[in-house]
């Protein structure tokens, strides 16, 4: 292992312009997918803080006693699509309108009796925030005998939906597409540093060293470069995260766990793509 360590610095040394210009390439191979990486998130993120807002409202019918409403109130929060539910008074809600529509404050003053109805809020847990399990929360609802109408924006969260699947999609094909290219440029980088030492390699199996012994160096050399590449574009992304938040403040960067993945995909790209160069080289030799 440690003649292997001692190869590997040697090999950077011996061609630091190269080695400078792979781990370069690798970066900015993995700075464009972690561009997009970056824009995925934030994408997500903002259907996210969308998504909260679904939610299923039972109007209840006027005169309902409260002991039969905290009863039904224990009875919906039992469902298992249910995060929690929440009675608005009609009192509530008509100060809740007063607040929220201060264009309509004249109306409101002027009335002399509330016409706003008591409500139940029903809020549905995260990964169940579709249209589906709202329709269908929506019918159970209904079977309330203290229940007058439900509403839950049908239109808006299956144009939710709609966005989240594109999104989905989208993201998918071309992060795949990103990640496609950054493995064919990496790999033809590695092969260049490669075939700079195919007289060495030459020499090797002439004195009968090993297609082992001779890919060892090479793999823990293209692992390097890799999490090299990785660190470089992790920071430039985190640069051009912080030049469009100084603009645009509300821009998510990625979880810590996210960026350790990040590296250590550009570790794993280097290992295969010297993998690859070297077993191929090997091959013709």
């Known amino acids: 292992m440690r003649l292997v360590l001692r190869e590997t610095m040697l090999a950077f040394r011996r061609a630091p312009l190269l080695s400078v210009l792979s781990i370069s390439t690798i970066a900015f191979s993995l700075f464009v997918f972690g561009l997009f990486g970056l824009v995925a998130v934030n994408i997500h993120a903002a259907i996210g803080t969308a998504a909260e807002r679904v939610e299923v409202v039972a109007y209840l019918r006027r005169g309902t006693a409260i002991e039969a409403i905290t009863l039904g109130m224990s009875d919906i929060q039992a469902f298992p699509e249910v995060q929690s539910v929440e009675h608005v ?35 549905l847990k995260p990964e169940l925030r579709n249209a589906a399990t709202a329709a269908a929360v929506a019918d159970r609802l209904k079977g309330f005998q203290f229940v007058e109408d439900v509403r839950f924006g049908n239109d808006w969260v299956e144009k939710l939906d709609r966005l989240r699947a594109i999104a989905t999609a989208a993201g998918t094909v071309i992060g795949a597409a990103f990640a496609l290219v950054a493995i064919i440029i990496i790999g033809n980088t590695i092969r260049m540093a490669v075939l700079h030492r195919s007289r060495e390699i030459a020499i090797m199996r002439l004195v009968g060293a090993t297609d082992g012994f001779i890919r060892r160096p090479f793999l823990l050399e293209g692992l390097t470069k890799g999490v090299l590449g990785g660190l470089l574009a992790l920071g430039l992304c985190y640069g051009t995260f912080a030049l469009v938040g100084s603009v645009y403040h509300a821009t998510l960067f990625f979880a810590p766990a996210e960026s350790v993945a990040g590296v250590a995909a550009g570790g794993l790209l280097g290992l295969v793509g010297s993998l690859v160069a070297v077993g191929r080289h090997l091959r013709g030799v």
């Open 89 to 123: 008074s009609e009192t509530e809600a008509l100060s809740r309108a007063r607040r929220e529509l201060p264009e309509f404050q004249d109306i409101f003053q002027d009335l002399e009796v509330n016409p706003l109805p008591a409500s139940l809020e029903v809020r």
